[in-house]
């Protein structure tokens, strides 16, 4: 069992930045693809970006130039570097891991972005 445990969010003005986190435990093999997710009241939950084991990366268009996804493998962890940070970012952000067919989700941080 994959536990995963997000850290990072919190309140940030337009324009900042904020550097999300996400550390998983429960095995000692390397996950599959990891991402992260959002979701804003009132909405469904969509892909921010993930990144494979091998760092080949896909982000959303929405994202693109302003988000930078990364991992460490050797500690099963995943980071979302935000920047230039927009009030309709503003949401719930989850990691996400793959592992043996299985996806997981962490239990969510959230991101307040103010104008």
């Known amino acids: 069992q994959v536990q995963l445990v997000e850290s990072g969010g919190g309140l940030v003005q337009a324009g900042g930045s904020l550097r999300l986190s996400c550390a998983a435990s429960?095995?000692?093999?390397?996950?599959?693809?990891m991402g992260w997710y959002r979701q804003a009241p009132g909405k469904e939950r969509e892909l921010v970006a993930d990144i494979t084991g091998s760092g080949n990366t896909i982000y959303a268009d929405f994202v693109k130039g302003r988000f930078t996804i990364s991992r460490d493998n050797a500690k099963n962890t995943v980071s979302l570097q935000m920047n230039s940070l927009k009030v309709e970012d503003t949401a719930v952000y989850y990691c996400t891991a793959n592992f043996r067919f299985r996806d997981y989700w962490g239990q969510g941080t959230q991101v307040t972005v103010s104008s």
């Open positions: 429960g095995t000692l093999f390397r996950l599959g693809t």
